[in-house]
């Protein structure tokens, strides 16, 4: 692709402001009425966050996953315990999380540490998921080189017409994490470029706050 058609691509931002007066003392707070909000503009998967962590390496590696639960302030997602993702944050518990929410001009960062759920947590979450997705779950030896797609589909049909998919417990190498925040930045586009960031730092039990320049 041409370069000046990539640096051409501009948008001015004009959703609206983040100023400090009325901001609640806990990010947790103004996080939940932002996501509320980008829920109630029927936003599509509004609960999307793209997560990072980094190998023993040093490497860093993103993805998108959703967040299925908001466990006493920790945003929670569930995944195969065996997958690429897992294995970076049992060696490396600090991750940081990404929401983007491009119709409202806003996005959120949160950084912090991941530890597994209780195992409720996870159990209470699979039994919710509609059957095929729990089957889908079970089969999958995520991040894992397979030969071809018609493996996964096999796999999935054998197992299918030989189980009660509705009676499947939870498999133990599948399960939620969630993310103990320590920071997070909240940015509000706004016009010439000139954006908003407020961003929460944990302190002990409390948080102070702070502008940033855009």
């Known amino acids: 692709m041409d370069r000046k058609t990539i640096q051409g691509l501009r948008n001015e931002y004009l959703s609206g402001i983040l100023e400090e007066s009325g901001l609640p003392d806990n990010p947790q707070t103004l996080f939940g009425q932002w996501l509320k909000e980008a829920i109630g ?7 999307a966050m793209a997560l990072s962590t980094v190998s023993s390496e040093g490497r860093p590696s993103s993805r998108i996953v959703l967040m299925k639960d908001y466990q006493d302030g920790s945003p929670v997602f569930f995944t195969n315990y ?51 997705s729990r089957v889908g779950a079970i089969i999958s030896p995520q ?23 509705l009676k499947e417990k939870r498999p133990q190498f599948w399960g939620g994490y969630q993310l103990i925040p320590d920071y997070y930045e909240f940015w509000q586009g706004r016009e010439n470029r000139l954006h908003d960031r407020i961003c929460y730092r944990k302190a002990g039990k409390a948080w102070t706050r702070a502008r940033l320049a855009p």
């Open 41 to 47: 503009k029927g936003i599509p998967e509004a609960n």
């Open 82 to 132: 065996s997958s690429r993702k897992a294995g970076e944050i049992e060696n490396n518990s600090a991750a940081s999380l990404l929401f983007f929410w491009k119709e409202l001009d806003r996005q959120i960062r949160i950084e912090g540490f991941i530890q597994k759920t209780k195992p409720e947590v996870s159990d209470e979450y699979f039994l919710e998921r509609p059957g095929a």
């Open 143 to 165: 991040s894992m080189e397979i030969p071809d797609r018609s493996f996964l589909e096999n796999r999935f049909d054998e197992f299918m017409t030989q189980k009660d998919v």
